[in-house]
Antibody, heavy 122, light 111 residues
């Protein structure tokens, strides 16, 4: 079964840091581009970051640029999101999501994890 | 980058058809045939239902269809069923460093 499982969420004070993980199974992780997408409570989806299959191309949303860092370890079938200088507005469910293969532009996602919750509050 | 514009809510009765619009600019929706749609039930992860404007992934009901005209993409759902009640999001490629833009979401209520 194709699956993505996020972990690492939790409660953190403003200015703090968290590292999210996403473990993939059921497919050859190293062949796939990946995204992080978040959803604040009661709000819509917001794309956060993208990484190519080899990790050599990265994009970030303006709202997290300079504070978040995406990375991956293909040997461990895992995607990561290092989140620093966290703000209250970063409070959200964070999803990792797979980009389908052979897409010309990696803008859409065919497999999503169930998400991990990050709460930033004092 | 501003989110793509979707109506906050739409509603319909069982068996009817509804449409949900997704309006952007020539830098995103209007500039490329790279629009997708997702269905999200409460407390669940989003599910891909349309990609590249009008293509359905394997296993998605043919009651879902997509189209685009100018800067506006449209999701059509025919033969409404109770289980279609969910939030629907569009997303698009955007020609900037951001790469991906989502719509604000539309709550579909089946009356």
């Amino acid at each position: 079964e194709v699956q993505l499982v996020e972990s690492g969420g939790g409660f953190v004070q403003p200015g703090g840091s968290l590292r999210l993980s996403c473990e993939a199974s059921g497919f050859t992780f190293s062949d796939y581009e990946m995204n992080w997408v978040r959803q604040a409570p009661g709000k819509g989806l917001e794309w956060v970051s993208y990484m190519s299959s080899r990790g050599d191309t990265i994009y970030y949303a303006d709202s997290v640029k300079g504070r978040f860092a995406i990375s991956r370890n293909n040997a461990k079938n895992s995607l990561y999101l290092q989140m620093n200088s966290l703000r209250a507005e970063d409070t959200a469910v964070y999803y990792c999501a797979r980009v389908p293969p052979v897409t010309i532009v990696p803008y859409y996602m065919d497999v999503w994890g169930k998400g991990t919750t990050v709460t930033v509050s004092s | 980058q501003s989110a793509l514009t979707q109506p906050a809510s739409v509603s319909g009765s069982p068996g009817q058809s509804i449409t949900i619009s997704c309006t952007g600019t020539s830098d995103d929706v209007g500039g490329y045939d790279y629009v997708s749609w997702y269905q999200q039930h409460p407390g669940k992860a989003p599910k891909l239902i349309i990609y590249d404007v009008s293509n359905r992934p394997s296993g998605v009901s043919n009651r879902f269809s997509g189209s685009k005209s100018g800067n506006t993409a449209t999701l059509t759902l025919s033969g409404l069923q109770a289980d279609d009640e969910a939030d629907y999001y569009c997303n698009s490629y955007i020609s900037s460093s951001a790469l991906v833009l989502f719509g604000g979401g539309t709550r579909l209520t089946v009356l």
